[in-house]
């Protein structure tokens, strides 16, 4: 209680609110299962998992929300971002992994608001509770906002609740499951009144497919990436969390995400390439394009995999977005990036042509 009263007097100093944060190091927590366990349509969500590399985190309900648009959203969410971490109070198990508040970030690649679209073209929030799973650490996280006149014993309460789930954390009270059923199953897809409907007119994926045929022959462009749009409804209720787990243990080489938009609609997929990770002062991205699928055998997918590493359509394909990522890093000072010889990233269900690219951080 005394650190909450300390809180709570420098929120009194100076008239601003302090974002209050307590981690806590954990025995065994699946982030996903947490999420699924008190998940509710309503509230925001964030959720990331890379399965193969041990590493997921997931935060809900927020503590702290702004929304942002226009071309400056991003410097206005860094802003916030850094203004609110200036009053941040972090107490707890600070050396546990990725301990400590988290603001979670989804961005659209449009500035401007569209009244149709279920998401805001930024959206920042910072999570009442959050869980991380790190090889074999774990750690559970508490935020809250201290106010000027906060009350102490609610906003102690709500913490110390909060933790003391997590350490003894039972998914779902009463449900009982045999220890001796370790049989994996596969992938279970929604079965019964599954209805699958191509957004458009048709025809005009083809159409699109020649027009663009004719503008690369043309010299109006060099590379476009064409992508159809399928609406799909289903006989039942469809739960966003289900189906990420479906795709989480589909594609354990992925990165599995789920961003909810707080009105019950959630953003989910698996995308097994990674925009950038920046780690101290070391940043690593990576080129990924040109595909082909896996083969029914060792020796056909041999095959495929020698003929995508030699197919002059598909390098070419991969030299351009090697150049855009090579263009983008010397536009922020990066000069000379070290990127590796062109290899593959061989998934599950598809192989695609690999290059990845590391570099220092200038000052």
């Known amino acids: 209680m005394a650190f909450l009263a300390d809180c709570r007097a420098e929120a009194r100093a100076d008239g601003e609110p302090r974002l209050v944060s307590v981690s806590l190091e954990a025995d065994h927590l699946d982030p996903l299962a947490v999420l699924e366990s008190i998940y509710e349509p309503d509230d925001l969500h964030f959720y990331l998992e890379h399965p193969s590399s041990r590493i997921a985190l997931a935060g809900a309900e927020a503590v702290l929300r702004r929304d942002f648009s226009g071309a400056g959203r991003f410097r206005d969410a860094q802003h916030f971002i850094r203004s609110t971490f200036s009053r941040t109070i972090a107490a707890g198990d600070l050396e546990g992994p990725m301990a400590g508040p988290r603001f979670f970030c989804s961005f659209g690649f449009f500035g401007g608001g569209d009244s149709d679209s279920p998401f805001t073209p930024a959206t920042v929030f910072v999570p009442r509770w959050q869980v991380v799973r790190f090889g074999d650490r774990f750690c559970a996280v508490a935020n809250c906002m201290v106010e000027p006149d906060s009350k102490l014993d609610a906003v102690a309460e709500r913490i110390w ?200 951080l200038p000052d």
């Open 161 to 360: 609740r909060a933790h003391g789930k997590f350490q003894s954390f039972s998914y779902a009270p009463g449900q009982e499951v045999d220890p001796g059923d370790r049989v994996p199953s596969k992938p279970v897809m929604v079965q019964g009144g599954l209805k699958q409907v191509e957004v458009g007119p048709p025809g005009r994926f083809e159409a699109s497919v020649a027009t663009v045929l004719k503008e690369i022959g043309a010299d109006i462009c060099r590379k476009v990436v064409l992508a159809r749009a399928v609406d799909v409804t289903t006989g039942s209720d469809l739960h966003p969390l289900a189906s990420l787990n479906r795709l989480r243990v589909a594609y354990p080489d992925c990165f599995s995400f789920s961003v909810a938009n707080g009105r019950g609609q959630s953003f989910i997929g698996a995308t097994p390439e990674r925009l950038v990770q920046v780690t101290g002062r070391s940043l690593q991205t990576e080129a990924l394009a040109g595909s082909t699928r896996r083969g029914a055998s060792a020796v056909e997918d041999a095959i495929l995999a020698r003929s995508l590493l030699q197919s002059e359509k598909d390098i070419r394909e991969q030299n351009l977005v090697l150049e855009s990522i090579l263009r983008r890093l010397s536009n922020l000072g990066i000069r000379e990036p070290e990127t590796s010889r062109l290899g593959l990233l061989q998934l599950s269900n598809v192989q695609h042509l690999h290059t990845s690219v590391r570099a220092e």
